[in-house]
C-alpha cells in the first residue's frame, strides 16, 4: 500500500513539473518571438542588489556563487508560515526540525549534514543568530510578516564572517519604516488550535522613521506535548543626521514556551495514530531572548564609506528533559545563559582605473560571548568566556567591461576559556566547587579568489576558490578529545546565469567541498573530535524561473549533493542526495491568485549511521502546499493546505528514533493595511 501511494505521487510531481515547464515554456518562446519589442522586461532576480556576499551593496551579476534572493512578494505569495517553510523549497537548502515548527531548526546549505547548527551561518540584519553551542540559531524569534527579504549566499564565506561560513550565509532583511505612515494587521487561524496575530505600525517626525511591530502565536501542535507559544515585541528607526552621516537602531524582546515530546520509534513513525503520541507528557522548555543592535554611516564622498554596527543577544533558555515526579520542578530546570556582544566595521573605498570603477574593502569585527549551563539538579555547571577578533580585506577590480575580478584575505584570533563546575555534598550541603580552567587559542585565516564574465547582459559565467574554517563551539570544547582543532575547508565553484529573452532566468552551480579534521560527535565514546580523513562534498544546484505572462510565474529548482568520507567511501548523515521543488504563482484576475508547490527530498542515512549499515534509513518524501489569496483594497484574506496529501515523514532520525513533522495542516486568516 505504502509503495502504490510512493508511485502515485512521484507521477503526480512529475506531472507537476511537465505542467510547469514544457507548456508554459513553449507559450513563453512564442510570446517572446511575437512580443519581444513590445512586453517591458521582467525584474529578474538575477538583477537584484544584494549586500550578503561582502557586506556592500552589489548586484547579483557581480558575485561568484550561487546567489538567491527571496523578495517580500515572494514571501506574499507563499504558503509557508514561517522562515523555515520558506527556505526549505530553495535550491540546495535541506531544513531539519525535532519540533515540527521553526524552534531550533536547523537550516543545512551544501551537505554539512549533523552540524549544519556550526557550519551555516543565519543572520539578521547582519546579526549573527547562530548560538555558541549546539542548540543553533533562534529563527522562530523572526516574524515573517516582518521581512523586507532573504539573501542566501551559498559556499565559503570566511574571509567576510570569519568561523562558522562554511556551507554558506543566510542574512534576513526585516522591513524598515516607510515615506508614508501606516498600520497593518495580520491574523490567522488553522490546524492543531494555531493562531497568529501581528500589528505593525510605521510613522516618522521629520527625518526619525519608526517601525514598531508586536506579535502573538499559540498552537497546541500537532504532536502530545507539541505545544508552542511565542510572542515578540519589536523596534526599528532610522534617523538621517545630514546628507554624509545616518544613525539606525533596532531591538526586540521575545519570549516562548514549548513542549518536548522526544522522538518516536521506527515501529511508530508511519502510523498516522502512534507517531503523534509521547513518553515525555511533562518535559518542556522555555527561553526569553532580546536583541539590540545600533549602527553609524558615514559617507565622506571621494574618501569613501565607513559603517560601525553594535549588536547584543542576551538569551535565558530553561527546560526539562526526563521530568522526575519526586523532584520539583524548579529543581530540575537545566539553565543556558548566553550574552554575546558583536561588533563591525567596514570601510568601502571606491576608485577609478582605467575607466573601470574598482572597489576596496576593509573590515574589523570582534565578537565575545559569555555562556553557562547548569545541569540540575546535580549536574555539572559549564562556563565559557570565548572572544575572537578578525580583520579581512576585500578587493573587486573590472578588469574590462565583461571581466570582474575578486580577491580577499582573513586573519583571525580566537580565545576560549573553559571551566566545568561540580556541585558537591559538604555537611549535607550541595555547594558548586569551581573546575579547572582551560584555555584554547587559535590563528586561523581564510583567502578567496572569483571572478565574474559577462558575454552579454543576458549571460554570464562565475567560479570561485575560497577557504573556510570552523572553531570548536562551547559544547563541542567541553566534551572533547584532547587536541581538538578547527575545521578547515577549500571551496570551488563554478556556474553561470542565463537570461532567455523577456520571460525566462537560468541559474546553474557546480561545487566541491573538501574538508580536513572536520568536528563531530563521536557517539560511541561521547565525545567530540576531529574526523581522521577528510570530508567531501560535491554537487550541482540549478535553479529557474519563467514568465509566460504578466499573470503567471513558475519555478523550479534541482539539486544533487554527495556527501562522503574520502577513504571510508561512505556517506555523511542526513544529506540527501536528490532536492527537487517546483511550483506555480498564477494570479486569475487582478485580486484572486493561487500558489501551487511540491517539494521532494530523497532518503538520507540516520544521523547515528556513519558506517551506513547500523540503522534504516530515513525515507524520501514529497510534500504540496497550495495557497489562494484575495485581495481587495486594503485587505487581504487568504486561505492554505500544507502537506495536501498528508504525508507522514521525518526530516531527521538517530539511532532509529524519529522525529515525525506534521500531517495535512489547513490554515486562513485576513491582512489590513491603513495609509
Not at 346 to 371: A, C, P, R, S
Not at 433 to 458: H, Q
Not at 481 to 497: A, M, N, T, Y
Not at 521 to 546: A, H, L, S, V
Request: glycine letters at 8%.
Amino acid at each position: 500500500m505504502m509503495k502504490k501511494k510512493t508511485i502515485f505521487k512521484t507521477r503526480l510531481f512529475i506531472v507537476l513539473l511537465v505542467c510547469l515547464s514544457c507548456p508554459v515554456l513553449l507559450f513563453a518562446q512564442e510570446e517572446a518571438i511575437n512580443n519581444q519589442e513590445q512586453n517591458p522586461p521582467i525584474q529578474y532576480e538575477l538583477d537584484a542588489i544584494v549586500v550578503t556576499a561582502n557586506k556592500v551593496q552589489e548586484p547579483i551579476s557581480d558575485i561568484p556563487k550561487h546567489v538567491t534572493v527571496i523578495t517580500s512578494e515572494d514571501i506574499k505569495e507563499s504558503s509557508a508560515k514561517n522562515i523555515i517553510e520558506l527556505l526549505t523549497k530553495e535550491a540546495g537548502v535541506n531544513v531539519r526540525t525535532t519540533f515540527g515548527n521553526d524552534k531550533q531548526a536547523v537550516v543545512d546549505l551544501r551537505g554539512m549534514g549533523d552540524t549544519a547548527a556550526s557550519n551555516v551561518i543565519v543572520m539578521v540584519d547582519g546579526l549573527e543568530l547562530n548560538a555558541p553551542d549546539q542548540s543553533g540559531p533562534s529563527i522562530s524569534s523572526v516574524p515573517i510578516e516582518q521581512i523586507e527579504r532573504i539573501e542566501i549566499v551559498r559556499g565559503a564565506g570566511s574571509v567576510v564572517y570569519g568561523s562558522g561560513a562554511v556551507g554558506g550565509v543566510i542574512n534576513i532583511i526585516t522591513k524598515k519604516a516607510g515615506e508614508t505612515p501606516m498600520v497593518d494587521f495580520y491574523s490567522s487561524y488553522g490546524s492543531y488550535a494555531t493562531f497568529d496575530n501581528r500589528v505593525s505600525i510605521d510613522g516618522n517626525l521629520k527625518k526619525i522613521y519608526l517601525n514598531l511591530n508586536a506579535g502573538i502565536h499559540d498552537s497546541d501542535g500537532y504532536r502530545d506535548n507539541g505545544f508552542f507559544e511565542k510572542k515578540d515585541i519589536g523596534v526599528k528607526s532610522s534617523y538621517a543626521i545630514n546628507e554624509h552621516f545616518s544613525f539606525m537602531a533596532s531591538g526586540m524582546y521575545y519570549k516562548d514556551e514549548y513542549g518536548l515530546p522526544g522522538p518516536v520509534s521506527r515501529k511508530n513513525i508511519n502510523s498516522k495514530s502512534r507517531r503523534v503520541h509521547t513518553d515525555r507528557p511533562d518535559d518542556y522548555g522555555e527561553t526569553s531572548e532580546t536583541r539590540g543592535r545600533v549602527a553609524l554611516e558615514m559617507d565622506f564622498e571621494e574618501w569613501g564609506t565607513l559603517t560601525l554596527k553594535r549588536g547584543y543577544i542576551f538569551r535565558n533558555n530553561r527546560y526539562i528533559l526526563g521530568f522526575n515526579p519526586n523532584i520539583s520542578r524548579s529543581d530540575q530546570k537545566d539553565k543556558i545563559e548566553e550574552d554575546s556582544r558583536q561588533f563591525d566595521l567596514n570601510y568601502i573605498k571606491n576608485y577609478t582605473i582605467g575607466g573601470h570603477l574598482q572597489m576596496f574593502q576593509l573590515g574589523v569585527d570582534h565578537y565575545k560571548t559569555d555562556y553557562i549551563r547548569e545541569e540540575k539538579p546535580n549536574g555539572p555547571r559549564k562556563n565559557s568566556d570565548t572572544e575572537s577578533f578578525g580583520v579581512f580585506i576585500n578587493n573587486r577590480w573590472s578588469a574590462t567591461d565583461n571581466l570582474m575580478l575578486n580577491a580577499g584575505a582573513r586573519y583571525n584570533n580566537y580565545r576560549g576559556y573553559f571551566r566545568n563546575d561540580e556541585k558537591k555534598l559538604f555537611d549535607n550541603v550541595r555547594i558548586w566547587v569551581n573546575g579547572d580552567k582551560t584555555k584554547a587559542e587559535w590563528d586561523n585565516s581564510a583567502y578567496s579568489l572569483g571572478f565574474t564574465y559577462s558575454m552579454s547582459d543576458k549571460s554570464s559565467f562565475f567560479g570561485s576558490w575560497a577557504t573556510s574554517f570552523r572553531i570548536p563551539n562551547v559544547d563541542e570544547f567541553a566534551e572533547s578529545e584532547d587536541g581538538l582543532s578547527p575545521q578547515k575547508g577549500v571551496h570551488l565553484e563554478i556556474g553561470g546565469r542565463q537570461k532567455v529573452g523577456n520571460f525566462m532566468s537560468l541559474t546553474v552551480a557546480l561545487f566541491d567541498i573538501r574538508i580536513e579534521d572536520e568536528i563531530y560527535y563521536n557517539n560511541m565514546n561521547g565525545i567530540n573530535q576531529n574526523y581522521p580523513d577528510k570530508t567531501i562534498r560535491r554537487g550541482i544546484e540549478t535553479d529557474f524561473t519563467i514568465y509566460p505572462s504578466d499573470d503567471i510565474r513558475v519555478w523550479g529548482n534541482y539539486s544533487y549533493t554527495k556527501a562522503e568520507f574520502d577513504k571510508k567511501n561512505t556517506t555523511i548523515p542526513l544529506v540527501p542526495e536528490h532536492r527537487v521543488s517546483a511550483g506555480i504563482h498564477w494570479q486569475f484576475i487582478n485580486q484572486l491568485q493561487l500558489s501551487v508547490s511540491g517539494t521532494y527530498t530523497g532518503s538520507r542515512f540516520d544521523g547515528n549511521d556513519t558506517e551506513n549499515g547500523k540503522y534504516d534509513k530515513l525515507d524520501d518524501y514529497m510534500v504540496f502546499d497550495a495557497k489562494l489569496t484575495y485581495e481587495y483594497k486594503n485587505f487581504m484574506i487568504f486561505a492554505g493546505v500544507n502537506n495536501l496529501f498528508n504525508e507522514l515523514y521525518s526530516t531527521s532520525a538517530y539511532s532509529e528514533q524519529y522525529y515525525p513533522m506534521p500531517d495535512r495542516t489547513i490554515y486562513g486568516g485576513i491582512r489590513w493595511t491603513y495609509f
